[in-house]
Each structure stands twice: as structure tokens, then as C-alpha cells.
């Protein structure tokens, strides 16, 4: 088995990020603070106004919260009847990952870890960890994602401390896998820091935002060395030429967004005219959140970039960049991203301010089947599973509170 690495533990940090000066000069609007019920999957969740006095969020009318107390109850009572396997599992055909993502959602929206559907989920996770710390069937070629979203559901679950050795073990077992010299990779080459589906696989910002989120939520702050290392790869992934980033696409596009990977074999319809790699919704929110839980100032160029790539892209009725493709994986994103940065609403490059919870709420509305599931029409990336879908919006619902 392959040795874990070392690295020192940053506890109890909490990232020194003080958006609200440089982001109303972007024309956003920035909540204060996110009620502590509210964090995701963490108490340990960025503080983009660390020190400042809290303020409520944007109002929801009564209306909203009644809609989305309805919604998130049939949403559940789907996965509890229809979406549960009788072992506990949900889609277990394509490994742990939508088991531990439904559990996730379920207890953020204030199911306990003692409830009969998320203990027997439970159940079968622990059926599922492995000596080496992953969480997964032993040969999956998607441990790493399954792994880190075992982190993100047992630290949700680990209430009285039960979890506690598998998380850390988790833990040693995702960083062990991250890209870097143990595999003789040096800072110069363009997939250090990154991680990918498996262990030996090529590194995506998709997989690398859920280990950066699980790293977190084990308890590592913005100085640990893998998250820092994480950003590196989070860094070239983005349409930004700079000191951060000198691949050879860097400049091509130059519009501040994200792609899935530098390191990149993708078909030509995915390359822009200018001969660089598209930037999409989805992986640029992915990119943004990460640059938050590495500790990046408002002010880091980066950021900024990211931020005028999305206030042009502000949408929700499309992944921008893919239309349907991957589409709730881009509502959990976002909405994850925004309730990290405590942005209360946004403000889009025309200027509309958007009161984000209450538009999410209206648009899962409007999609939300009778069953009280979500799925996507496009299939793409597994979303025409209505588990995984339903996972998704239970997230996103969890983040609307």
C-alpha cells in the first residue's frame, strides 16, 4: 500500500478572506454571515467577513419558505421510498458516491444521522471503507470522488465522534493520491497539486474542488500544504494569463473563467475559436469556491476574473458554457460557492441584483417532478438519475435556508 504523505495540521483555521470592500466595487451585493445551521458540510467553512458583525440574509417571503419546506419534504420522502435500496444504498451501480451524496443532502436539510433511512445509509457506508481509508469497492476507478464525498457525509454524521478515525484515515488516503513529488512531479508540471477520478489518473478541477472541500471539512485550514498545492492545479485550469498561470491556453480565451483540466485530450467541439478550452458555469464555480478555502484576497487577481466571468454569465436556466449538460451539478455549485463567499445577493454585469436563494427556490419549483425527484433530460454525467438529481437540489435547497 502506498504510503501516505506527511503534512503538518491546521485546525480550527478559518480562511482571512475580506470580500466586502473589493466585491461592491464588482457591483455585488455581500451578505455578512450565513447562519451556523446553515454551513454545508462544516463548521469549518470560509470567513469572507471573519471579524464583522452578522446581518440576516436576503428575505425569503413566507411564500418561499413554505414552497421550500414542501419541496425538500417530498424530495425526502422520494429518497426514503423510491430512491433507498433495501442494503441502504442509492445507485449503488455506480459505486458509493450517490449514497454518501444523498445522505449529505438529507442531514443539511435537518434529517439526523439517527434517522432510520440515513443510519441504514449509514451502515453501508462502513460496509464499504476499506484498510487504506478510501470508501468505496475495492478496484473502484472513482475512489478518489467516492472518498471525498464520504469525508463530506460522515463529517455531517459525526456528531458524537463515531466517524472520527474513518475520516482521518479518509483523509490520509485522498492526500496520499494527490499529484506531487511522491510521484515525481515538480511544481512545473501542469497537473501538480491536482487529483483525478483514481489513484494514477489524470488531474480535473472537478475532482481536485471535492478534495480541496473534503480537506476542509476534515479539519485543514487555507496554509495546509495540499490544499495549497491544490490551488496550483486549481490555478492553471483557469482563462487566465499570469504569474499563476503559464500554460500554453492560459491567454487564448483570457475571460476569467474555468475548464475541467489543463491537462486535456478533449474533442475539438470543445475548443474555442481562439484555439484555447471553453470556460463553463459549472467549473468555474467549482474554481472560485476552491480559491475561497485556499485563503485568496479579494483583491488576487484571480478572484477578480472569476467574479466578471460570472456576473456576465449569471444564470439559471442554463450551464453556461454546456446548456442542460451537467446542469444541477451547477446549481450545487454555485449555491455552494455563494453561501461560501456569504454573498447575500448578486449583482450581474447589467446591473440587476439577484436575490439568489429565491431564485433557486423558484426554479427547482418549476422542476421538481410529482414524485417529489429531479432529473435532467440531458444524461450526460449520470443526471438523468433522479437519486443523484435529487441529491443535488436537496443540496442546493440546504443552502437556501
Given at each position: 500500500?502506498?504510503?501516505?504523505?506527511?503534512?503538518?495540521?491546521?485546525?480550527?483555521?478559518?480562511?482571512?478572506?475580506k470580500?466586502?470592500?473589493?466585491?461592491?466595487?464588482?457591483?455585488?451585493?455581500i451578505?455578512?454571515a450565513?447562519?451556523?445551521d446553515?454551513?454545508?458540510?462544516t463548521?469549518?467553512?470560509?470567513?469572507?467577513?471573519?471579524?464583522?458583525?452578522?446581518?440576516?440574509?436576503?428575505?425569503?417571503?413566507?411564500e418561499?419558505?413554505?414552497?421550500?419546506q414542501?419541496?425538500?419534504?417530498?424530495?425526502i420522502?422520494?429518497?426514503?421510498t423510491?430512491g433507498?435500496?433495501?442494503d441502504?444504498?442509492f445507485?449503488?451501480?455506480?459505486?458509493?458516491?450517490?449514497?454518501?451524496?444523498?445522505?449529505?443532502a438529507?442531514?443539511?436539510n435537518?434529517?439526523?444521522?439517527?434517522?432510520?433511512?440515513?443510519?441504514?445509509g449509514?451502515?453501508?457506508?462502513?460496509?464499504?471503507?476499506?484498510?487504506?481509508?478510501?470508501?468505496?469497492?475495492d478496484g473502484?476507478?472513482?475512489?478518489?470522488?467516492?472518498?471525498?464525498?464520504?469525508?463530506?457525509?460522515?463529517?455531517?454524521?459525526?456528531q458524537?465522534?463515531?466517524?472520527?478515525?474513518?475520516?482521518?484515515?479518509?483523509?490520509l488516503?485522498?492526500?496520499?493520491n494527490?499529484?506531487?513529488a511522491?510521484?515525481?512531479k515538480?511544481?512545473?508540471?501542469?497537473?501538480?497539486?491536482?487529483?483525478?477520478?483514481g489513484?494514477?489518473?489524470?488531474?480535473?478541477?472537478?475532482?481536485?474542488?471535492f478534495?480541496?472541500?473534503?480537506?476542509?471539512?476534515?479539519?485543514?485550514?487555507?496554509?495546509?500544504?495540499?490544499v495549497?498545492?491544490?490551488?496550483?492545479?486549481v490555478?492553471?485550469?483557469?482563462?487566465?494569463?499570469s504569474?499563476?498561470?503559464?500554460?500554453?491556453?492560459a491567454g487564448?480565451?483570457?475571460?476569467?473563467?474555468f475548464?475541467?483540466?489543463?491537462?486535456?485530450d478533449?474533442?475539438p467541439?470543445d475548443k474555442?475559436?481562439?484555439?484555447?478550452?471553453?470556460?463553463y458555469?459549472?467549473?468555474?464555480?467549482?474554481?472560485f469556491k476552491?480559491?475561497?478555502y485556499?485563503?485568496?484576497?479579494?483583491d488576487?487577481?484571480?478572484?477578480?476574473?472569476a467574479?466578471?466571468?460570472?456576473?456576465?454569465?449569471y444564470t439559471?436556466e442554463?450551464?453556461?458554457?454546456l446548456?442542460?449538460a451537467?446542469?444541477?451539478?451547477?446549481?450545487?455549485?454555485?449555491s455552494?460557492?455563494?453561501?461560501?463567499?456569504?454573498m447575500?445577493t448578486?449583482t450581474?454585469?447589467?446591473?440587476?441584483?439577484?436575490?439568489?436563494?429565491?431564485?433557486?427556490?423558484?426554479?427547482?419549483?418549476?422542476?421538481?417532478?410529482?414524485?417529489?425527484?429531479?432529473?435532467?433530460?440531458?444524461?450526460q454525467?449520470?443526471?438523468?438519475?433522479?437519486?443523484?438529481v435529487?441529491?443535488?437540489?436537496?443540496?442546493?435547497?440546504?443552502?437556501?435556508?
Open positions: 500500500m502506498r504510503r501516505a504523505k506527511q503534512y503538518p495540521r491546521f485546525y480550527g483555521s478559518s480562511l482571512p478572506v470580500f466586502s470592500s473589493v466585491l461592491l466595487s464588482l457591483g455585488m451585493t451578505s455578512r450565513v447562519a451556523a446553515e454551513a454545508p458540510t463548521d469549518k467553512q470560509p470567513a469572507a467577513t471573519q471579524g464583522e458583525k452578522s446581518a440576516p440574509v436576503a428575505a425569503l417571503s413566507p418561499l419558505q413554505a414552497q421550500r414542501k419541496m425538500v419534504a417530498q424530495a420522502e422520494y429518497l426514503r423510491k433507498q435500496a433495501p441502504g444504498s445507485t449503488k451501480q455506480v459505486g458509493t458516491g450517490i449514497t454518501s451524496l444523498c445522505l449529505l438529507m442531514m443539511e435537518g434529517v439526523s444521522p439517527d434517522d432510520p433511512t440515513v443510519a441504514k449509514l451502515k453501508y457506508l462502513e460496509g464499504a471503507m476499506q484498510k487504506d481509508g478510501s470508501v468505496g469497492k473502484s476507478r472513482i475512489i478518489n470522488y467516492e472518498t471525498a464525498l464520504a469525508i463530506l457525509c460522515l463529517q455531517k454524521a459525526n458524537d465522534g463515531k466517524y472520527k478515525q474513518n475520516i482521518k484515515q479518509a483523509d488516503f485522498l492526500r496520499g494527490q499529484i506531487d511522491d510521484e515525481g515538480t511544481e512545473a508540471d501542469f497537473d501538480f497539486g491536482g487529483v483525478g477520478y489513484k494514477g489518473g489524470k488531474g480535473d478541477l472537478s475532482n481536485t474542488a478534495l480541496v472541500e473534503a480537506l476542509i471539512a476534515a479539519g485543514a485550514g487555507p496554509d495546509d500544504p495540499a495549497q498545492n491544490a490551488l496550483k492545479f490555478s492553471r485550469c483557469q482563462n487566465l494569463e504569474e499563476h498561470n503559464t500554460t500554453p491556453l487564448k480565451v483570457n475571460d476569467g473563467g475548464y475541467y483540466t489543463i491537462i486535456t478533449e474533442p467541439q474555442s475559436f481562439q484555439g484555447g478550452l471553453r470556460s458555469g459549472s467549473m468555474t464555480y467549482a474554481g476552491s480559491m475561497l485556499a485563503g485568496l484576497t479579494p488576487d487577481k484571480r478572484v477578480k476574473a467574479l466578471d466571468f460570472l456576473a456576465k454569465n439559471l442554463q450551464n453556461p458554457g446548456g442542460e451537467g446542469l444541477f451539478y451547477y446549481y450545487h455549485l454555485m455552494r460557492a455563494l453561501q461560501a463567499a456569504k447575500d448578486f450581474d454585469a447589467k446591473g440587476v441584483e439577484h436575490n439568489w436563494r429565491a431564485e433557486f427556490i423558484a426554479e427547482l419549483a418549476k422542476r421538481q417532478n410529482e414524485d417529489g425527484s429531479w432529473a435532467n433530460k440531458n444524461r454525467w449520470l443526471e438523468n438519475d433522479p437519486n443523484l435529487t441529491g443535488y437540489a436537496l443540496l442546493v435547497l440546504g443552502n437556501c435556508k
